[in-house]
């Protein structure tokens, strides 16, 4: 194999699939990346952790077709290394990969290139195109509520499925829920529904910041495939059942706060800074035209903050974690958020309107 | 001799509950008294504890119950009542409290105490210890066992000496004689792997050990040839620690051959498991962070872990996670020699701090 790649191209193409590598493996072959050129001047790269697998492909000048594979973090930490504006050679034979860019010389060990694992994708009956835009949206609103909790794998992703004629996304980790609600795209009828793993989503939203336009989605009950141009990742799904979520959004929350979700979020923010590292409970108390807003440490003191609003029921104090709630919030796009309380102790729906495509539930602290 | 140069003399005592857990079940149901009695057990399970009556069989802790059954086929199996267990170990605890501050518990059954300081003026240490035996008795219905000497290591073998209900005093002076007579593979720090090394290389007896020079001692087992060197000469200056928490609770074990087959470790790692858990529960250990340990044929060690936002409760959650970890690393780049598995990352409950309510999905 001897292909010439521009420096910016190459290391861009790397970016994407050195995070799918995972720093750790026992498997050797699952550390390098498969460069693969082929002459009608195209260089393949691709990489994979037998969950995940991204394929992308770029321009290259290619003399010799051919393929190989190479340690990917090492690879990608050279060409990043590498000066600015400059060519990369590479070129493959014995055993080794020769790089070199300017006065710059690396010899790198390979391993064979059949030796390199491929997700067998199957028959993927299911396929729709989502806007970019739309897609990026339903992974903003929603990643941050993903549960970490490994005792409960089904919640470690984005819930996708069809309802009532639209496509729905939703997550939460059992303290708080996302959910996005968006037109169902042609083709999306029958779809199974699936659990998008939080390592897929997050290599999914990195690849978006560069798509225009549409991404190709394609899944089965047990994988999903995203076409984004000139990559595409293709994800195990998580093999679980979502729970009812539809059980926990409150229907019948009659105290409704409006509150500018901006200055909310910056006074949650000022006031939880003497809050101790492992609890950040922040006491909101809300009156007709303000909440006010408190923590009190036993190490560190009080802090006390006002933020207008605009409140038509009884008076009533709730805590929430300021993580949380401030997470929520840094989603809302408008001038104005809709909290809408029960009581202290039970889930508060939060969203723009009743018409916007997020929704938000929060369970409250004890504080 | 031991150096004591440095230090006044300690008196330390060890105490160690006689059958703990089986004991509190033949007290707490007379049918069982007389009887041998395993407490644990179940499918799959280990005996967490065997009454005296049933380790005249053979029966031992950490025992999978299946063997244990074929030794002893009149074996009573009881489900294990951890609660009652920490109950009274707290009773006890508070008659170590008694005597003296620096209380080191190493499970539920037992401690180290260190008694110089003689707070009632009982004159000796023997005197504490009986007192502490005595006051078991009557407050708490069942029998434990004492050693009584200068140091951790010593006591801790004395207490096992005159075992059950029985007290054995080890002073500075026969401490030397005390560990040369007895063998290696009861000394602290000295497993069966390494017991089996030492018996190879003609290493008998705490005499057989002090006749070896640390330098070569070092050379053969490594930075624990220093600790083998002093034990065998009596001598250990670990002092006994009050405010110790411990950092984790697990368990290993290096096979009879090398593994590679997931099936076969898989196994393993199930067996390997319910011992771990059955520490975990002793110790009353409380971590959210599950460790897998793989030792390969050539000695080299990944370990690879998870951590749960709150402690693992579950011993069937423990075990999944287990199993799960070791999935993710097949197939196996070389045969494994030895497995480790246990629970780390202690959590320390808070009791009034704010509280983040769940939704109910």
Excluded at chain 1, 218 to 234: H, P, Q
Excluded at chain 1, 321 to 342: C, P, S
Excluded at chain 2, 225 to 250: C, E, L, N, T
Excluded at chain 2, 345 to 356: A, R, T
Aim: contains cysteine; negative net charge.
């Amino acid at each position: 194999m001897k292909a010439t790649i521009e420096r910016a191209v190459l290391l861009k193409s790397l970016g994407h699939v050195q995070s799918v590598v995972e720093r750790r493996n026992t498997i050797p072959i699952l550390s390098n990346v498969l460069l693969e050129a082929s002459e009608e001047g195209s260089l393949r790269l691709m990489a994979t952790d037998l969950d995940l697998q991204v394929d992308e492909s770029v321009s290259a000048e290619v003399s010799q077709a051919g393929a190989t594979t190479v340690p990917a973090h090492t690879f990608f930490d050279i060409v990043r290394k590498l000066p600015e504006g400059s060519q990369v050679e590479l070129s493959a034979a014995d055993g080794k990969m020769q790089v070199n860019a300017g006065r710059a010389r690396f010899n790198l060990q390979t391993l064979p290139r059949d030796d390199f694992p491929v997700i067998a994708e199957g028959d993927l009956p299911t396929r729709f195109e989502l806007p970019a835009a739309t897609l990026r949206q339903i992974i903003d609103k929603t990643r941050f509520a993903i549960s970490n909790e490994e005792t409960r794998y089904y919640l470690m992703g984005i819930f996708l499925h069809v309802a009532d004629d639209k496509l729905k996304a939703a997550a939460t980790d059992g303290h708080r829920l996302a959910r996005v609600t968006v037109e169902k795209p042609e083709g999306a009828d029958g779809m199974p529904d699936i659990i998008i793993p939080k390592k897929c989503v997050g290599e999914l939203r990195k690849l978006l910041d560069e798509v225009e336009g549409t991404v190709e989605v394609s899944l089965s009950g047990s994988k999903v495939r995203f076409g984004l141009g000139a990559a595409v990742l293709t994800s195990k799904l998580i093999d679980g059942t979502f729970p009812d979520y539809n059980r926990v959004i409150p229907t019948a929350n009659d105290k409704l706060l409006r509150i500018d979700p901006k200055s909310f979020m910056a006074g949650v923010d000022r006031v939880a800074t003497i809050a101790s590292e492992k609890t950040r409970a922040v006491k909101m108390a809300v009156d007709s035209d303000k909440v006010t807003l408190s923590v009190t440490s036993p190490e560190n003191g009080v802090a006390v903050e006002e933020v207008p609003a605009s409140y038509g029921s009884d008076g009533l104090e709730i805590g929430f974690n300021a993580r949380y709630l401030m997470d929520i919030l840094h989603e809302i796009e408008g001038d104005t958020v809709e909290v809408h309380l029960a009581d202290a102790a039970a889930p508060t729906l939060l969203r723009e309107s009743d018409d916007s495509p997020a929704l938000y539930v929060l369970m409250p602290m004890r504080v | 001799m031991p150096d004591e140069s440095a230090h006044p003399q300690r008196k330390i005592i060890h105490i160690d509950m006689d059958a703990f857990f089986a004991s509190v079940e033949q007290r707490d149901d007379p049918s069982l008294r007389g009887r041998p009695v395993a407490v644990g057990g179940g499918h799959r399970g280990v005996v967490a504890a065997a009454s005296y009556e049933a380790r005249k069989f053979g029966v031992r802790s950490a025992m999978p119950s299946v063997t244990a059954r074929r030794r002893c086929p009149d074996l009573v199996f009881v489900k294990p009542r951890f609660e009652v267990y920490r109950a009274v170990s707290q009773q006890i605890r508070a008659i170590f409290a008694h005597h003296t501050d620096l209380i080191e518990p190493l499970s539920l059954d037992e401690a180290y105490l260190d008694v110089s300081e003689d707070r009632h003026g009982l004159g000796s240490a023997r005197a504490i210890a009986e007192d502490i035996r005595a006051r078991i008795r009557a407050e708490t219905g069942l029998t434990a066992s004492a050693g009584v000497s200068y140091c951790k290591f010593i006591a801790k073998l004395a207490s096992d000496q005159n075992k059950p209900d029985g007290t054995c005093v080890i002073p500075p002076s026969k401490g030397p004689a005390f560990v040369a007579a007895l063998p290696v593979s009861r000394f602290h720090g000295v497993g069966p792997k390494t017991a089996q090394k030492m018996e190879r290389l003609g290493i008998h007896t705490g005499a057989d050990l002090a006749a070896w020079p640390l330098a070569e001692l070092e050379a053969r087992f490594g930075s624990s040839g220093r600790w083998y060197h002093r034990i065998a000469r009596g001598i250990d200056d670990r002092p006994v620690r009050a405010s110790r928490q411990r950092k984790s609770v697990s368990t290993e074990d290096t096979f009879g051959e090398d593994l590679i087959a997931h099936e076969r470790l898989a196994e393993e790692l199930q067996r390997i498991g319910e011992r771990s858990w059955e520490r975990i529960e002793k110790a009353d250990f409380r971590g959210r962070t599950v460790t897998l340990k793989v030792k390969f044929a050539d000695f080299t060690i990944i370990t690879r872990s998870r951590s749960m936002a709150g402690a693992v409760g579950k011993k069937a959650d423990f075990l999944r996670i287990g199993q799960d970890l070791l999935a993710q690393l097949m197939p196996l780049p070389k045969p494994v020699r030895l497995l480790g598995f246990g629970l780390h990352s202690p959590v320390v409950e808070e009791e009034d701090g704010p509280l983040q309510l769940g939704l109910e999905i």
